[in-house]
């Protein structure tokens, strides 16, 4: 048995224990620059708003954009949990409305060298971590590398952003046919949830759905959900300039009012078709390299 096949194990059994895991969405693209990062923070606010503890976990280790839009600059990250002895009290940094804030850093990059009783000791603060939260939201970094895929594969909930431009829909469509053909992806108990950035008008964003869904039903047969839409609003602009949340500085703005039913419809969904939780610790099952 490899040691992702025990991770998966005892992420099972921990599951069956407890069934109060924290709930995880995944917010992921398929090219940057379409509005990932400031979508998960955005809904994170939004979930605040409405009373729920969040999180958000900042796995783009690449870049630093929820730090930046954050306003703080995390001292730990997950690497210094996994091999200083840092507890989540040290790596977990509160943001705005109090919403916690965790880096991934080198830490996602390196789980593939972990030796036995580290991945042991992870699985066991994961699985403290979703009690710390209502929600964790995961920001993955943009396009189809093995780690952007792998925390899509393993989460229930998925909310796939892309906008109007051609490449962007294209990259959305790569990621999903990627996807598809990747080990431990199911498709029956996966929620994957579109949401159009960055678009005119509703009709825009649906229309931009249906042409997304319509060969992705054809020749992949993943089954999508329109999300909703974020409308190009100027605000949003002045706010990035600011490096700070639309939803803080502008919340009557038409894009933070977009994000708050974007948020109510992720609440409302969670009594309607049934998810599958798998919780944090599950995102990282795949991370693992075997080992002999």
Do not use: H
């Not at 189809?144 to 990259?171: A, G, K, N, R």
């Amino acid at each position: 048995m490899d040691q992702a096949e025990k991770l998966r194990n005892i992420v099972k059994l921990q599951n069956q224990q407890n069934d109060r895991a924290a709930r995880v969405i995944t917010v992921t693209s398929g090219k940057g620059g379409v509005g990932k990062s400031s979508t998960a923070i955005n809904i994170a606010m939004q979930f605040r708003k409405m009373d729920k503890s969040v999180i958000i976990f900042d796995a783009d280790f690449g870049l630093a954009n929820i730090e930046v839009m954050f306003g703080a600059i995390p001292k730990y990250n997950l690497s210094d949990m996994i091999y200083k002895g840092k507890d989540f009290k040290d790596i977990i940094v509160k943001g705005p409305m109090d919403i916690g804030f965790i880096s991934g850093g080198s830490g996602i990059s390196g789980l593939g060298n972990m030796d036995r009783d580290q991945v042991g000791y992870l699985v066991y603060k994961l699985k403290e971590l979703e009690s710390l939260a209502d929600i964790i939201i995961i920001d993955t970094g943009a396009g189809i590398s093995d780690s952007v895929l792998e925390f899509v594969t393993t989460s229930s909930e998925v909310v796939l952003v892309t906008t109007p431009e051609p490449t962007s829909i294209t990259d959305a469509y790569a990621l999903l046919k990627s996807l598809g053909t990747r080990v431990g992806f199911e498709k029956e108990s996966t929620k994957i949830k579109i949401l159009a950035n960055k678009v005119s008008n509703y009709d825009e964003g649906r229309n931009l759905y249906n042409k997304l869904n319509l060969v992705v039903d054809k020749f992949l047969k993943i089954e999508l959900e329109f999300l909703g839409i974020v409308p190009v609003d100027n605000n949003m602009s002045k706010a990035v300039i600011q490096q700070k949340p639309v939803s803080m500085l502008y919340p009557n703005s038409p894009g933070t009012k977009a994000y708050e039913e974007i948020a109510v419809a992720l609440l409302e969904d969670r009594e309607g078709k049934d998810i599958k939780k798998k919780g944090i610790a599950a995102a990282f099952t795949g991370m693992f390299k075997k080992t002999q």
